[in-house]
């Protein structure tokens, strides 16, 4: 059974950093994508960045980059977003996901994940 469990969020001042983790268990996940979405109040959740677990290929939201790094260290199985000059529009709850790799176009959508972690919430006081 897949599990996937994020960590890391929290109540920050703008320009500030966080580190979120996602923990993943269940299978070998080497033909995998792991990816970060996003979602606000009222609004449709949102891709942030992703991950091809082999290989390491990153692909990102465009208002990720330059502040959204992801990345993935295969000890511990376990895929990280680091966010830098947080803004007040970067708050919601962010979701780890994890899908077979199907192509750039539907690694930025959710329905190219298979499976999803519960969240974690990210507030950014102006």
């Known amino acids: 059974q897949v599990q996937l469990v994020e960590s890391g969020g929290g109540l920050v001042q703008a320009g500030d950093s966080l580190r979120l983790s996602c923990a993943a268990s269940?299978?070998?996940?080497?033909?995998?994508?792991m990816g970060w979405f996003r979602q606000a109040p009222g609004k449709e959740r949102e891709f942030v960045a992703a991950?091809?677990?082999?290989?390491?290929?990153?692909y990102y939201a465009d208002y990720g980059k330059g502040r959204f790094t992801i990345s993935r260290e295969y000890a511990k199985n376990t895929v990280y977003l680091q966010m830098n000059n947080l803004k007040a529009e970067d708050t919601a709850v962010y979701y780890c996901?994890?899908?077979?790799?199907?192509?750039?176009?539907?690694?930025?959508?959710?329905?190219?994940?298979?499976?999803w972690g519960q969240g974690t919430q990210v507030t950014v006081s102006s």
């Open positions: 996901a994890a899908g077979a790799y199907a192509g750039v176009v539907r690694t930025t959508r959710p329905e190219g994940y298979d499976y």
């Open positions: 991950i091809r677990w082999s290989g390491g290929i990153t």
């Open positions: 269940g299978r070998t996940f080497s033909s995998y994508v």
